[in-house]
């Protein structure tokens, strides 16, 4: 039905019968039923460790001077081969989540197996206040926010700095200057109003803009007022490349004094990490 001024209003005719209302009420009963399986079955998890979870529950939250957050192949690699590759790390939680394009064969209580999917945090020894996060599942829309805010929730946000490693495909870079080869792959910084530190790369330009995990992490610090920095990084490859991780290293050289990175990047990680470029089978072999 619709008013004098266009408004449509959802109301039932007369000549419907009772037993249609009735028939109405269960079907949506119904599926307000299968909506909150479906939420309940696409919630993140946040899991620590017992040493870990046992700091948290004495002071609410987490100590944590730095956070740095690893999203994609190369961002992820580059951790693996410049980061974690000494001994100094340890694994102490992990993020498991259920949609279409990540689906874990463990239980939500267990850890990410070794190559699978997963996001997992590891602490380092020396300065337990530096935590890495390595992120190389899916997350779909509609869990960015749960995990922006179920991790930084977790974690005393005075005196936090987050950093974001992201990967981009060149493709998606808008730019009205021709990209010389050259100069491919490349960082780019896009920050909160509360990050101070110098960059030692040139701001993301408009109109390019950033979706998917760094997107809702830097929105959430925003919210919070938590000093952030996003560090895109525009490759033409879309494998892992050495190269295109190496990108990273003076996004954490500049200002991340806590974290040391290898002079030399483990080799026997990298060829793991870009193996998969090699054509196993073709139509030729």
């Not at 419907?16 to 028939?23: K, L, S």
């Not at 925003?222 to 892992?240: E, N, T």
């Amino acid at each position: 039905m619709a008013t004098f001024f266009g408004e449509v209003l959802s109301v039932y005719s007369r000549a419907v019968e009772e037993d249609d209302y009735d028939d109405l009420e269960e079907e949506n009963e119904e599926d307000l039923q299968i909506r909150q399986e479906i939420e309940k079955k696409r919630e993140v998890h946040l899991r620590w460790c017992p040493e870990v979870l046992k700091a948290v529950e004495s002071s609410k939250q987490l100590q944590c001077s730095d956070l740095i957050i690893a999203v994609g192949p190369n961002a992820a690699g580059f951790v693996s081969a410049f980061i974690l590759s000494s001994e100094g790390w340890m694994q102490v939680g992990w993020v498991s989540l259920w949609n279409e394009r990540s689906r874990t064969s463990t239980h939500p209580d267990t850890a990410p197996l070794p190559g699978e999917p997963g996001c997992v945090f590891y602490q380092q020894k020396s300065c337990p206040s530096v935590i890495i996060c390595q992120c190389t599942c899916y997350i779909a829309e509609d869990q960015l926010f749960q995990w922006a805010e179920k991790v930084l929730g977790s974690m005393q946000s005075r005196g936090l700095t987050v950093t974001v490693l992201s990967d981009s495909p060149l493709a998606e870079y808008k730019t009205t200057h021709y990209v010389n080869g050259n100069s491919v792959p490349f960082l780019r910084a896009l920050k909160t109003n509360s990050f101070t530190h110098n960059l030692p790369c040139p701001l993301l330009e408009q109109p390019n803009i950033i979706t998917g995990l760094p997107a809702a992490v830097l929105n959430q610090c925003q919210v919070q007022h938590i000093p952030a920095v996003l560090f895109q990084c525009f490759s033409d490859v879309i494998h892992p490349d050495s190269i295109t991780m190496e990108t990273y290293k003076s996004a954490l050289s500049c200002f991340s004094t806590r974290v040391k990175l290898e002079t030399s990047p483990n080799t026997e990680i990298l060829q793991k990490l870009t193996r998969v470029n090699d054509a196993h089978s073709n139509l030729y072999t």
